[in-house]
Nanobody, 124 residues
Framework: QVQLVESGGGSVQAGGSVRLSCAAS????????MGWFRQPPGKERERVAR????????DYADSVKGRFSISQDKAKNTLYLQMNNLKPEDTAMYYC?????????????????WGQGTQVTVPS
């Protein structure tokens, strides 16, 4: 079992930066892939970034490429999303997710474990 808790959200002015955190507990060593997802108001949830734990391989949605960065701190069992040059369209509930499939990077699964979310608001 794995539990995920997000933190770090809030209201940030356009052009500003914020770092989201996702703390994992339970059996964090079993996690193979982690991702950050977001759900804007009135829209479906979408993946923003993902990481293959261990190697640290990453990729990003086109809408955030060059602005957001996903990273892990294994010693703290924590995943981060650094968000720079924020835009109003980045406003969403942000979720952390984890999967334990060793082929998760290639199979792109729906993810097994999810956090409760943290709100990021970027006023126009």
């Amino acid at each position: 079992q794995v539990q995920l808790v997000e933190s770090g959200g809030g209201s940030v002015q356009a052009g500003g930066s914020v770092r989201l955190s996702c703390a994992a507990s339970g059996d964090p060593d079993s996690i193979k892939c982690m991702g950050w997802f977001r759900q804007p108001p009135g829209k479906e949830r979408e993946r923003v970034a993902r990481i293959r734990l261990g190697p640290g391989r990453t990729d990003y949605a086109d809408s955030v490429k060059g602005r957001f960065s996903i990273s892990q701190d294994k010693a703290k069992n924590t995943l981060y999303l650094q968000m720079n040059n924020l835009k109003p369209e980045d406003t969403a509930m942000y979720y952390c997710a984890a999967d334990f499939d060793v082929l998760c990077w290639y199979s792109d699964p729906p993810y097994t474990y999810w956090g409760q979310g943290t709100q990021v608001t970027v006023p126009s």
